[in-house]
């Protein structure tokens, strides 16, 4: 099944006009790119963290079996969203309450069994995403589109770049696996064109294939400390600012 992107630029007949050429990662350590250029090839996915600190196994093992659920398998709902580096991303989710878990990952690509060199050299069509269970009870997903805009910020109204990373794996996005998530975030889209001048580049679209979890050393990356960072707090209502590298 084809799906067509979605966006208040498709509503009015057309995007905005400058086109940008797509560049791998320009910022300052490119979501780590170079770095680890040396890691395996291979992700591990059964030896991704799980549960109750990350949902990355869970998200592994529903790729390999071909599914997009629209539920976790202890009944939470699921939402994914990208807004480039998806370190940050992660961590400003850790930090709602009713968040259960996160991971971090590729999707809206082409390529099965993607890896981060792969969607860094922008070979695999994927963007990095954050994939998430939470709970309706205590938290909404009008909630979650609201803190994906919040974190986003500028970032909306600009064709595959957020902040300092540019190219299409730092594409922006919500991607829908129900139709009431996409009445939701259509909406979300809406309200959030209000604040802008310039056409929002946001993909606001059904899921294409599987939700891929990135690797290992990716998942919980900035609560962890990283491999340049101390330690940020993931604690639900903590408002101290994110810091992505350094």
């Known amino acids: 099944m084809v799906f067509a992107r979605w966006s208040l630029v498709a509503l009015s007949g057309a995007r905005a006009a400058g086109v ?3 560049v791998v990662a320009m910022s300052v350590f490119s979501a780590a790119g170079a770095l680890w250029t040396t890691r395996s090839k291979e992700i ?29 398998a202890d009944g939470y709902a699921i939402a994914t969203f990208a807004a480039g580096c998806f370190w940050g991303v992660e961590l400003e989710f850790q930090r709602l ?13 082409h390529k099965q069994k993607p890896t981060y060199e792969e969607v860094s050299a922008a070979t695999s069509g994927h963007t990095e995403a954050v994939q998430l269970i939470y709970d309706p009870g205590v938290i909404s997903y009008a909630r979650l589109c609201e803190a994906f805009w919040a974190r986003l910020g500028d970032g909306a109204v600009r064709y595959q770049q957020v902040g300092n990373d540019r190219g299409p794996q730092y594409r922006s996005g919500i991607y829908t696996t129900t139709s009431a998530q996409l009445d939701v975030a259509r909406k979300s889209l809406v309200d959030a064109q209000k604040k802008f001048a310039s056409p929002i580049q946001t993909e606001v679209e059904p899921m294409r294939g599987v939700y891929w979890p990135a690797e290992a050393y ?19 209502g903590d408002t101290t600012p994110i810091r992505c590298y350094g």
């Open 97 to 109: 309450p009713g968040v259960i878990a996160t991971s971090v990952g590729y999707v809206q690509g």
């Open 218 to 236: 990716h998942q919980r990356y900035l609560e962890l400390g990283g491999r340049f960072n101390s330690p940020q707090s993931a604690a639900k």
């Open 44 to 72: 591990p996915y059964a030896e991704l963290p799980g549960l109750p600190q990350s949902f990355a196994l869970e998200a592994g093992k529903n790729a390999l079996a071909g599914t997009t659920p629209v539920k976790s």
């Open 20 to 22: 940008v050429r797509p």
